[in-house]
């Protein structure tokens, strides 16, 4: 299986919007709304930010937002803050039962 | 509160078998899938595989055929095995709480990690 693709790197100052794409596959991110989203900042534990597609994990702030259509899923971060300076990774549930995870991107706030 | 640590040797020969298990607490594994996940320095995160607590698997079709996962319910752990490693399976090894059939698909907990480098 191919991981899903995701740009390399987004950037934005503070207050600033940034949405990150996700491109699967009629197979993945396509087929079932169980795409989900990952945060990790530099040495740390990757978290569940956002899972079946738009729902935010406890605890997460509004300004994580999430969305799909067709093969491509989003992740939105409204209103940048420093601490979200981080990778980011969408995952999706496939139809051959394993899960894949996007290539990352890594969000730089300026 | 669910907690889950990684433990084994984090120096494995090139050609061996890497063995790393999850100590779950705060909750049983009945039910729930569980998986490992990596990172390569400098990559991004691979799903390894995940077993559930019935037994059933499956694992990533990069890495099958090296894949080995198990479970034992009653001492709340499960079990990675990835045989003949090469410096390229040198990376963070993470074990995470991934779902439960039918209810959710995600990884909603996961370890602190344990750092594998594969070297002679």
């Known amino acids: 299986q191919s991981a899903l693709t995701q740009p390399p790197s987004v950037s934005g100052s503070p207050g600033q919007s940034v949405t990150i794409s996700c491109t699967g596959t009629?197979?993945?991110?396509?087929?079932?709304?169980?795409v989900s989203w990952y945060q990790q900042p530099a040495g740390t534990v990757p978290k569940l930010i956002i899972y079946?597609?738009?729902n935010r994990a406890s605890g997460v702030p509004d300004r994580f937002s999430g969305s799909k259509s067709g093969t491509t899923a989003s992740l939105t971060i409204s209103g940048l803050q420093a601490e979200d300076e981080a990778d980011y990774y969408c995952?999706?549930?496939?139809?051959?039962?394993?899960?894949?995870f996007g290539t990352g991107t890594k969000v730089t706030v300026l | 509160q669910v907690q889950l640590q990684e433990s084994g040797p984090g120096l494995v020969k090139p050609s061996e078998t890497l063995s790393l298990t999850c100590t779950v607490s705060?909750?049983?594994?009945?039910?729930?899938?569980w998986s490992w996940i990596r990172r390569p320095p400098g990559k991004g995160l691979e799903w390894i595989g995940y077993?559930?607590?019935?037994?059933?698997?499956s694992y990533n079709p990069s890495l099958k055929g090296r894949v080995t996962m198990s479970v034992d319910t009653s001492n709340d752990h499960f079990s990675l095995r990835l045989s003949s490693v090469t410096a390229a399976d040198t990376a963070v090894y993470y074990c995470?709480?991934?779902?439960?059939?039918?209810?959710?698909?995600?990884?909603?907990?996961w370890g602190r990690g344990a750092a594998v480098t594969v070297s002679s």
């Open positions: 995470a709480r991934s779902g439960s059939p039918y209810f959710y698909y995600h990884m909603d907990v």
């Open positions: 705060g909750t049983f594994l009945t039910s729930h899938y």
């Open positions: 077993i559930h607590s019935t037994g059933s698997s």
């Open positions: 009629s197979s993945d991110v396509g087929f079932y709304n169980r």
């Open positions: 079946e597609v738009s």
């Open positions: 995952s999706s549930y496939t139809t051959s039962s394993t899960y894949v």
